[in-house]
Nanobody, 118 residues
Framework: QVQLVESGGGLVQAGGSLTLSCTPS????????RSWYRQAPGKQRELVAT???????NYVDSVKGRFTIPTDHDRNTLELQMKSLKPEDTAVYFC????????????WGPGTQVTVSS
């Protein structure tokens, strides 16, 4: 079983920045798909950003140009750098990792709250 530890959430004013981190109990090189999701109150969980093992990155349109998953192969951590935050970014953010070898398994972080005040 893999444990994911998240950190970095908090309260920030609109226009501010936060960086979320997700550290797995097993080396991050074991995971082929590394994503961040978020869930706002009363809404469905939404895929925000994904880093694939080949280096490709995808972002939901609402965060393009503001959020970045850095590619740092020396660190055993998945990050989400968020800038120019908006009140509509307020949500619980979850990291999601999918193993690269069979049997493929997926793991979720416990979630970290991000609150953006106007």
């Amino acid at each position: 079983q893999v444990q994911l530890v998240e950190s970095g959430g908090g309260l920030v004013q609109a226009g501010g920045s936060l960086t979320l981190s997700c550290t797995p109990s097993r080396g991050i090189y074991n995971f082929r798909t590394r994503s961040w999701y978020r869930q706002a109150p009363g809404k469905q969980r939404e895929l925000v950003a994904t880093l694939f093992i080949n280096g490709t990155k995808n972002y939901v349109d609402s965060v393009k140009g503001r959020f970045t998953i850095p590619t740092d192969h020396d660190r055993n951590t998945l990050e989400l750098q968020m800038k120019s935050l908006k009140p509509e970014d307020t949500a619980v953010y979850f990291c999601y990792l999918e193993t690269r070898t069979y049997p493929y398994r997926a793991y979720w972080g416990p979630g970290t709250q991000v609150t953006v005040s106007s």
